[in-house]
C-alpha cells in the first residue's frame, strides 16, 4: 500500500535560494541490491558554490529484506574513510505564516575523506511521521508500527557537499542547511508522515 501524494520523479529540480537540480540515476545492478520503490537521486547548485548531492531511497514496506541501507555501512563499502560521526541539530527556519520557528532536525553528521578529497554527509531516516538518526530505533519502529499501524514504509535521505581545499568544514555545514531548508518542507508529499 502506497501512502504518498507524488513520486520523486515529480520533486522539483528548481528551489527558492537559487538551487537548480540535474537529476541522475542508480546503476541497475545497484537499484537490484537496494530493492527500493522509489528514489531521488540529483546534483543542486546554485552560482560561487560547490554542489549539493540529494539522495532519497523511498520503501513503501520494509520487510523481507527491503529497507534503507545506512550510509554508516556505504559510505566505508565506497571507499571512504569516515573521519566523524555524530547527530547534529540542523536549525529551520519557521515556515511563512508560522507563529513559531520549527524545532531543529536531528541528523547524523559525518566528514568523510578518500586520497585528498573530503565531503560533508547528512542523513537521517524519516519513518511515518518521525525523524530518526538511530538504526535500531529505525527498525524497532518498523516493528511496531507495523503492529500497531500496519505500516513500515519510510525513507533514508541524504545531503552530501564536498569540501573544497582549505574550506572551513562550518561553511560546508551553512550550504548543507540553507539547502535543507528548502527541502524541508517539501519531504511530506514524498515521505508521508
Known amino acids: 500500500m502506497l501512502f504518498r501524494s507524488q513520486a520523486y520523479a515529480e520533486f522539483p529540480l528548481a528551489l527558492d535560494g537559487g538551487w537548480r537540480g540535474r537529476p541522475d540515476h542508480l546503476a541497475p545492478d545497484v537499484l537490484a541490491i537496494l530493492a527500493l ?5 540529483a546534483d543542486y547548485t ?4 560547490p554542489p549539493v548531492n540529494f539522495y532519497s531511497a523511498y520503501y513503501a514496506t520494509q520487510s523481507g529484506g527491503g529497507s534503507s541501507h545506512s550510509p554508516r555501512t ?14 547534529h541539530a540542523v536549525a529551520l527556519p519557521a515556515a511563512a505564516g508560522a507563529a513559531a520557528p520549527l524545532p531543529p532536525l536531528r541528523v547524523n553528521r559525518a566528514l568523510i575523506q578518500k586520497g585528498e578529497q ?4 547528512y542523513y537521517w531516516f524519516r519513518q511515518r511521521g518521525r525523524s530518526l538518526t538511530d538504526e535500531y ?5 518498523i516493528l511496531s ?4 499501524r500496519n505500516r513500515s514504509d519510510g525513507a533514508l535521505l541524504r545531503l552530501v557537499t564536498p569540501i573544497a581545499p582549505g574550506e572551513d568544514p562550518a561553511r560546508a555545514d551553512r550550504r ?12 511530506p508529499a514524498f515521505v508521508p508522515d
Open 118 to 121: 573530503r565531503q560533508l554527509v
Open 46 to 49: 546554485r552560482p560561487g558554490e
Open 137 to 141: 530505533a529505525v527498525k524497532w519502529y
Open 176 to 187: 548543507l542547511a540553507e539547502f535543507l531548508a528548502q527541502v524541508q518542507p517539501l519531504l
Open 74 to 87: 556505504c559510505i566505508p563499502g565506497g571507499g571512504w574513510a569516515m573521519t566523524a560521526l555524530e547527530e
Open 145 to 148: 508500527d507495523g503492529i500497531a
Open 37 to 41: 520503490d522509489d528514489y531521488l537521486l
